[in-house]
């Protein structure tokens, strides 16, 4: 059982066993390939920028042109939100709702897809964006195929259509989810297919729940590619969480999004305070090797000061 779910969430295959900036790599691997090996490699000091629905300071959340831009600046890994269409369209949209980020109204659950169509997308403020449409999972794949991985966020329920998706588009091993389920849970799901996207837990390390999930990791010996571990305050607990999880083989996965999520060592502060390293660079000091912004331009500037990414 150990071994079945070993293997199962950590989903590596020998073509894909190489390093990003190895000078092996062969000239013909993809970006996508070689950020997806990055992932595979808890050896590697390269930090792995995941940015927090695309470039929305920039373009509307979740659209296009943030995924565009993000690719553009060279992030590796793009984070997006679904939801489904009352005609069972995957759609991406953070809210149950698209009043936030469209000129519309309704739950997506109650809406269809050509009328969600007819609306305009919003920038942060409601600045609206004339004939800027909010994009299909199969169009933001499409645009990301090769190019970028992606972390599908709330989508393990809708894990049966992404997958059907990602395998029709040949990018099944580009695509990643995370999640807060029982390991056999996980495990059960990704045995009824023959190949599954990436998989990672979330560790709220200070609650009772996440400290559950993260024991019954530790007890049935598995070793995920990456956990998330979120926090509200450093504490002992933390401290020994996130070791375990460098030592015992697996990425640590930090967000700098929000305080509650990494004990205060936020984006905004690290912006505000124009010291990037009294942030990131604790993070990375801690075991971070992946890292999901708001911010994600300022991010990669620091990292490339550090030489610790491309």
């Keep these: 059982m150990n071994n079945l779910l070993s293997k199962t969430i950590v989903v590596c295959t020998a073509a894909l066993a190489f390093a990003a900036c190895s000078p092996s790599v062969a000239p013909e691997t993809n970006r996508a390939e070689r950020i997806v090996a990055e992932i595979h490699n808890p050896a590697s000091k390269y930090v792995l920028v995941a940015s927090h629905r695309g470039d929305w300071r920039n373009w509307p959340e979740n659209s296009i042109p943030a995924i565009e831009s993000v690719i553009d600046m060279g992030v590796d890994i793009m984070e997006l939100d679904l939801k489904l269409t009352a005609d069972s369209v995957l759609v991406l949209c953070h809210d149950k709702t698209i009043n936030r980020t469209t000129t519309g109204k309704g739950r997506v659950c109650d809406i269809t897809y050509d009328s969600i169509r007819k609306c305009d997308l919003k920038r942060a403020h409601g600045v609206k964006i004339d004939n800027m449409k909010m994009p299909t999972l199969r169009e933001a794949l499409e645009v990301c195929k090769d190019r970028i991985v992606v972390n599908v966020d709330q989508g393990y329920e809708y894990y049966d259509l992404v997958l059907a998706i990602t395998e029709e588009l040949d990018m099944t091993d580009q695509v990643l989810i995370k999640g807060k389920r029982p390991a056999d849970v996980v495990a059960a799901k990704f045995a009824e297919y023959p190949r599954n996207m990436m998989y990672m837990p979330i560790i709220d390390i200070l609650k009772p729940q996440g400290q559950q999930l993260f024991e019954e990791y530790r007890s049935k010996g598995i070793v995920p590619l990456a956990y998330e571990v979120c926090w509200n305050e450093y504490t002992p607990q933390v401290e020994e969480c996130m070791k375990h999880v460098v030592e015992s083989g697996s990425k640590l996965w930090v967000n700098t999004l929000w305080a509650s999520l990494c004990g205060g060592l936020d984006d905004d502060k690290a912006y505000?305070?124009?010291?990037?390293?009294?942030?990131?660079?604790?993070?990375?000091?801690?075991?971070?090797?992946?890292?999901?912004?708001?911010?994600?331009?300022?991010?990669?500037?620091?990292?490339?000061?550090?030489?610790?990414?491309e």
């Design 272 to 309: 505000a305070e124009k010291n990037p390293d009294a942030v990131y660079g604790e993070m990375i000091r801690r075991g971070a090797t992946i890292i999901q912004t708001d911010r994600p331009q300022f991010l990669l500037e620091y990292l490339r000061s550090k030489g610790l990414h």
